[in-house]
């Protein structure tokens, strides 16, 4: 398993590559070891937890910060993470990390920016607001969430 990341990334010309291969290696350590037994949609909804963190002032500003910070996800711990030893589901990860960052609109929309699995119950789940349970994760974040004030059903006509 010496490959690593086949990039193919779109985004080069705006950020830089060596940011780019290390937000990619980060996102998919990150997705293999937090998500890879779960469902597609699973796996988009914990890199959009990610996402809403770097977005967020509670958090590093950058992909790999938020991932490696100090007691935040449950694979990373003493600075080192495990090597992925499933090569089928690590090469998915790889290619999911870079169709994310190639295209950040294709994750969920939500405000989530916690999850855990079904098999623990942490403390700080109390504080936060419950948004959904997809596969073996819960999600949670810190704001309310907030029903649709309008109708997605489009009008029927009246001919």
Request: hydrophobic share 40%; proline share 6%; charged share 25%.
């Amino acid at each position: 398993m010496d490959t690593f990341i086949s990039l193919h990334l779109n985004w080069c010309y705006n950020y830089g590559y060596v940011l780019l291969i290390a937000a990619a290696a980060c996102l998919s350590l990150a997705l293999y070891h937090e998500a890879r037994g779960e469902p597609y949609v699973g796996k988009l909804m914990v890199a959009r937890v990610i996402f809403n963190r770097i977005e967020s002032p509670r958090w590093p500003s950058s992909m790999c910060n938020v991932i490696t910070q100090d007691r935040q996800f449950s694979f990373y711990r003493n600075n080192k993470t495990p090597k992925p030893r499933d090569e089928v589901a690590w090469v998915k990860a790889q290619e999911l990390a870079v169709r994310i960052i190639n295209n950040p609109e294709i994750l969920p929309y939500t405000d989530a920016d916690h999850y855990h699995t079904v098999n623990v119950k942490p403390v700080w789940r109390r504080k936060l607001h419950r948004i959904v349970r997809v596969g073996q994760h819960i999600f949670y974040s810190y704001d309310r969430p907030v029903a649709i004030k309008t109708s997605i059903r489009p009008k029927s006509r009246k001919d």
